[in-house]
């Protein structure tokens, strides 16, 4: 072979691995601090957040919870009001009730409403959502005072 063509051939296999490395780097720190909502976005959520709501929310009946509640963690007392749901559970910038813990995903877990019914979801989390000791595979309804473990945090719906 000629002096060329391995150089060529040395400079591909250096190109290939710094591509690697980056995409490495690039996926690490997606992990840890979310992923980058551009500026237009970031302004129109601002905008809609600022606009009166026409539209009255629906009255909630006697008993029902009203928001989810961090009992236990490093989060501890943090709470979100559920009629702001569905309400995203996290490490990502984005989720209503971001948790500080190593074992929770960026975009973790999901509570949502079904008319009287919530319902707790795993996003397909890497260490999973636990109801008490089970696992949860698909979206499982909880009431009031069941607790919702998601990495070293528990959360608890409450009135």
Do not use: C
Not at 35 to 54: I, L, M, T
Request: hydrophobic share 40%; net charge positive; glycine share 8%.
């Amino acid at each position: 072979m000629s002096e060329l063509t391995l150089f060529l051939i040395r400079v591909a296999y250096l190109a290939i691995l710094w591509i690697f490395v980056l995409s490495a780097i690039s996926v690490i720190r997606s992990d840890m601090f979310g992923a980058r909502v551009p500026e237009a976005a970031r302004g129109a959520a601002n905008r809609s957040r600022k606009q009166p709501k026409a539209a009255k929310p629906p009255t909630r009946r006697r008993g029902a919870p009203t928001h989810v509640l961090v009992t236990e963690g490093a989060n501890s007392g943090e709470r979100a009001d559920l009629d702001r749901a569905p309400i995203l559970i996290g490490r990502g910038n984005d989720a209503a009730i971001r948790l500080d813990d190593d074992y929770v995903s960026t975009r973790h877990a999901r509570i949502a409403a079904s008319g009287d019914q919530w319902f707790v979801e795993d996003l397909g989390s890497t260490n999973g959502t636990y109801i008490g000791s089970v696992r949860i595979t698909q979206p499982t309804t909880i009431s009031l005072g069941t607790q919702v473990r998601i990495g070293k945090t528990i959360l608890e719906l409450r009135k």
